[in-house]
């Protein structure tokens, strides 16, 4: 069996979001929710740090605020499949508002997790990694999906 890049692309989207739902709930089962919530936070924490610190490294080599960050969240959004996606910018924020999310419907279908706080860490780990790691953020995730909100909704301040 020959598969496309683009069915490569396709699995690797799966996998990586199926990877991190079974870790997460295996670790629940075994710990308890609060040590998996933990362990989420703190791995989010890294991966996006090293994430942005990559991008920098080879793709997005002299970041720009907000510019330069809203292309790590494009390219990460699309590594993680967030395909109901739009960005503006609104005065000096950036709004991320978000409808169809492969991690979010995993997380409902598992009832048994809320994105939301990996989803603040994640942002300030990415702009850590893509500007600087004293680099601050202020992020606050205003909506959810999960708690029937019509969008996940993000805002991304500087302080």
Known sequence: MRLTDQEIIDLLQYS??????????ALAKGHGI??????????????????????????????????SFIEAME???????????EVTLEQERIVV???ECETQKAIAKANIADCGIVTVYTYQGLARGLFDKDFEIDVQHTQNLNHGDPCCEVIINLP
């Open 75 to 85: 390219i990460l959004s699309k590594v993680l499949k967030i395909e109901g996606r």
């Open 34 to 67: 609060q040590t998996a919530w933990d362990a989420d936070v703190e791995a989010w924490k890294q991966f996006s740090y090293l994430f942005g610190k990559r991008l920098r490294k080879n793709y997005i080599k002299e970041p720009v605020w907000p510019e």
């Open 16 to 25: 990586f979001v199926r990877i991190d739902g079974a870790w997460f709930m």
């Open 97 to 99: 508002r978000i409808t």
